[in-house]
């Protein structure tokens, strides 16, 4: 039997990972990748050179032992160094340096954390649990010269606050690494035969166990991130997509730290995104941006016309004044209005859309979520060299790969999910319910729900026509 590689190493693969100077540093990837070995070696040879004191922690931790803490009484045994260590009930301290080690649960001692002090390096463990709230209490206690904060996970789901916070959009002094088990080379050969077991029996799982991705699908999201993802660029499989009328979608922010975004559509392509901060008292300027991005592009605008964005049509109407050649058309959107056409059948339900929608906004993200589905099927089909289904350009969606914000748009879009309301017809999940699970208002999801919407001059399916 191939026993455990008891001799002391360390990932050359992570070498310069670890060696260069960053405030947070983000190691994420799938099983058997050496994450939790290497941090721990390397933590461990720290220790023995310098007085640091490290913070370690986790979402649950009931007791000792489910914390690094073995993993680090591991590792000063492999390198031969417990002469120097003591190695306590709930601590580790290096009898030498004076570097220590202390362990926490986030989960029921998040609050005691913010009384620790003089932390010089923040190990957390399975961040992929982090939350915003969380964080919000971890960053400002490492607040030491030259402190670090490492965070090292397998991804889950692209809505997790870590995906999203450091790895879709990474701050400033942040080093991001994926690593996976291709990038150990001290594997064995008995587990790297069980790898290759998985990838043959199990391939659906084995890209999120394994390679680390996050699972794009998760089965309550109103649209499914394979479908977004089967989307992008779908225009150069498929001909037709790029022709038809420009549309602006405008997404008003409500003020905080709310954003204002656009999405600009060019037939059934989604071919530009902005986001910008737009403060409630400088709605003039924030409706000037879109105006001028929409006049460029030829394009009629769909606004939030709901609070804040109440005023934008009238805004519009006075920008209006000084182009008397080059107008621009726009219409207000209500997204807690009555459903379209509420009379007719749903798809294939054998439901009346009153019956099956709660509003307006569910039935336009239903919409786009057919889109995306029907997309998806079709893409698939002609990757893989089979007839695809029936369809119409109209009801295709593509987003082209040189937008700005790809990468956030993609995770807003199948992040919101599924609800039902009183009547058990289905809507979205709401802001005030995404901000439960401290998730930020996705505007430019909005924005492109918006520049989706059919609508069509003259045709009333609840919207508020200020063209005028």
Request: proline share 4%; hydrophobic share 35%.
């Amino acid at each position: 039997m191939q026993m455990l590689q008891q001799r002391p190493t360390l990932n050359p693969n992570l070498r310069d990972f670890w060696e260069t100077p960053s405030r947070n540093k983000i190691l994420h990837g799938g099983r058997s990748s050496s994450k939790s070995w290497d941090a721990a070696g390397h933590a461990i040879r720290l220790a023995d050179n310098y007085k640091l004191k490290f913070l370690c922690v986790r979402q649950i931790q009931n007791k000792i032992e489910e914390s690094v803490y073995a993993l680090l009484k591991i590792q000063i045994d492999r390198f031969g160094l417990r002469h120097r260590f003591r190695i306590l009930e709930n601590k580790i301290i290096h009898k030498v340096t004076g570097a220590e080690f202390i362990f926490y649960g986030l989960w029921r001692h998040t609050e005691e954390i913010k009384s620790v002090e003089s932390v010089d390096i923040l190990w957390s463990e399975e961040s992929h649990g982090l939350t915003a709230s969380q964080w919000e209490i971890l960053e400002p206690t490492i607040r030491k010269d030259n402190s670090e904060c490492w965070l090292l996970f397998n991804a889950k789901l692209v809505s997790d606050f870590v995906w999203r916070n450091f790895v879709v959009n990474k701050p400033p002094d942040t080093i991001v690494r994926q690593i996976n088990y291709t990038d150990n080379p001290f594997l064995s050969k008995t587990i790297l035969k069980v790898i290759e077991a998985h990838r043959v029996r199990s391939p659906e799982t084995f890209d999120h166990v394994y390679l680390g991705k996050p699972r794009a699908d998760d089965d309550s999201s109103v649209i499914k991130a394979s479908w977004v993802e089967a989307a992008i660029d779908a225009h150069l499989l498929i001909p037709g997509l790029e022709d038809g009328r420009a549309t602006l979608g405008y997404d008003v922010a409500d003020g905080g730290e709310d954003l204002c975004a656009t999405i600009l559509r060019v037939g059934s392509v989604a071919r530009e995104t902005d986001e910008w901060q737009g403060e409630e008292d400088k709605i003039l300027q924030s409706c000037t941006r879109a105006y001028h991005s929409a006049q460029k592009a030829g394009a009629h605008i769909i606004y939030d016309s709901v609070g804040v964005g109440s005023h934008s049509g009238s805004k519009f109407n006075e920008l209006n004044k000084g182009f008397p050649n080059n107008r621009v058309t726009h219409d207000g959107f209500n997204a807690g209005g009555k459903v379209m056409r509420p009379e007719a059948i749903y798809g294939q339900t054998k439901i009346k859309n009153k019956d099956f929608f709660s509003n307006i906004k569910a039935q336009m993200w239903w919409q786009v979520a057919d889109r995306f589905r029907l997309t998806y099927q079709v893409v698939q089909s002609i990757k893989n060299g089979t007839v695809p289904p029936t369809f119409k350009i109209e009801d295709l969606i593509s987003i082209d790969s040189t937008i700005q914000h790809l990468e956030k748009l993609k995770m807003e879009l199948s992040i919101p999910l599924r609800d039902f309301d009183t009547n058990g017809r289905v809507k979205v999940e709401s802001k005030a319910d995404l901000k439960k699970r401290e998730v930020p208002s996705p505007n430019l999801a909005d924005a492109f729900i918006m520049a989706y919407a059919p609508i069509r001059r003259g045709l009333n399916i609840n919207v508020e026509n200020q063209s005028r």
